[in-house]
């Protein structure tokens, strides 16, 4: 299920900046970096990329960025990256969400999030929160 977005999208994973994925450039060419941003979630270690589920505690938080797309026919191509794009066949292993990101610690927005649906049994739980920093202690 995809429930319809907002204009904004709360990327965890390899869609940030400092991951250096090809794929950031379809942000950089169709949205506006808002910040850096959290949101309650668990994140998780799947291999080459991470999942994020809902958080279980008010303590669970995952560190992302935020950003505002100026042409929502940029959702295609996100959906078609994420596994859940008009071609690909159910069951997605991620679908879209729209839950609330924190700016600053202080401005809350809406924003899409793509959230795995079912955790695998090799993901290991990333504690801090940070892709970005998990992937750089490896």
């Known amino acids: 299920m995809v429930e319809q977005s907002p204009s904004a999208i709360f990327v965890y994973g390899t869609l940030r900046k400092a991951i250096g994925h090809p ?3 379809l942000l950089l060419q169709h949205a506006r970096f808002v910040g850096d941003a959290t ?17 279980e505690s008010a303590q669970d938080r995952v560190l992302g960025e ?3 797309l100026r042409d929502n026919n ?5 959906d078609d990256y994420e596994g859940c794009g ?4 159910p069951p997605y292993e991620f679908e879209r969400h729209v839950r609330t990101a924190t700016i600053d610690g202080q401005t809350a927005m ?14 290991a739980r990333i504690e801090s929160g940070d892709y970005v920093r998990d992937r750089s202690v490896r």
């Open 66 to 68: 935020l950003y505002e």
């Open 86 to 89: 008009e071609r690909d066949t």
């Open 110 to 123: 809406d924003a899409a999030v793509y959230l795995i649906r079912q955790l695998p049994p090799h993901a």
């Open 39 to 55: 949101m309650p979630g668990r994140l998780y270690d799947l291999g080459r990329y991470p999942g994020m589920t809902d958080a």
């Open 74 to 78: 940029v959702w295609r191509m996100l």
């Open 23 to 25: 794929m950031h450039q």
